[in-house]
T-cell receptor, first 112, second 110 residues
Framework: DSGVTQTPKHLITATGQRVTLRCSPR?????VYWYQQSLDQGLQFLIH???????AKGNILERFSAQQFPDLHSELNLSSLELGDSALYFC???????????FGPGTRLTVL | ELKVEQNPLFLSMQEGKNYTIYCNYS?????LYWYRQDPGKSLESLFV???NGAVKQEGRLMASLDTKARLSTLHITAAVHDLSATYFC??????????WGAGTKLIIKP
């Protein structure tokens, strides 16, 4: 158990809908990262927050957004969902930027 | 563009044998990570390598880094079935994001 928690574990929804994925980092970790894992794209970095501020963006679609709250938990919002958004979404945290990232159990999103 | 290439992508081996997974990357970085993923599970940190010549070992796994060759290796010694998993290398870039290899699916047969 890495200490990073993610909810929900599974999410099944329809195209065009909007969902929110939640992540609580390990105690004391200020950095939160979001990754998408799919069979065709592999693991891709989406976005990085440090202590509430966005630090870096990767291959994140405009339909996706994220934020990190004052209590350091983070949410990833996915809207206008498409079939291709079906994937595993991982959150990771680290004490500071550049430290080893510890991954949560992931949220499996299925868009029907 | 920063690229990370792993090979092989698939490896089936017998218990007791030794093998090496290779991770090549396209540009300099000061951090190279190895992770393990079991089917349907999360990613588990194995090693972080920070400098040229770094070598780290944990049980039957040993990772090394050659920054001049832009190459990291993950060596498995006397493989056992419990090591069956997918192994990823990842490079830390200047924005602290991880750029991932495609993963090596390792199957160890008894």
């Amino acid at each position: 158990d890495s200490g990073v928690t993610q909810t929900p574990k599974h999410l099944i929804t329809a195209t065009g809908q909007r969902v929110t994925l939640r992540c609580s980092p390990r105690s004391g970790d200020l950095s939160v990262y979001w990754y998408q894992q799919s069979l065709d794209q592999g693991l891709q970095f989406l976005i990085h927050y440090y202590n509430g501020e966005e630090r870096a963006k990767g291959n994140i679609l405009e339909r996706f957004s994220a934020q990190q709250f004052p209590d350091l938990h983070s949410e990833l919002n996915l809207s206008s969902l498409e079939l291709g958004d079906s994937a595993l979404y991982f959150c990771a945290s680290s004490e500071t930027s550049g430290d080893t990232q510890y991954f949560g159990p992931g949220t499996r999103l299925t868009v029907l | 563009e920063l690229k990370v290439e792993q090979n092989p992508l698939f490896l089936s081996m017998q218990e007791g044998k030794n093998y090496t997974i290779y991770c090549n990357y396209s540009t300099t970085s000061d951090r190279l990570y190895w992770y393990r993923q079991d089917p349907g599970k999360s990613l588990e940190s194995l090693f972080v390598l920070l400098s040229n010549g770094a070598v780290k070992q944990e049980g039957r796994l040993m990772a090394s880094l050659d920054t001049k060759a832009r190459l990291s290796t993950l060596h498995i010694t006397a493989a056992v079935h419990d090591l069956s998993a997918t192994y990823f290398c990842a490079l830390g870039d200047s924005n602290y994001q991880l750029i991932w290899g495609a993963g090596t699916k390792l199957i160890i047969k008894p």
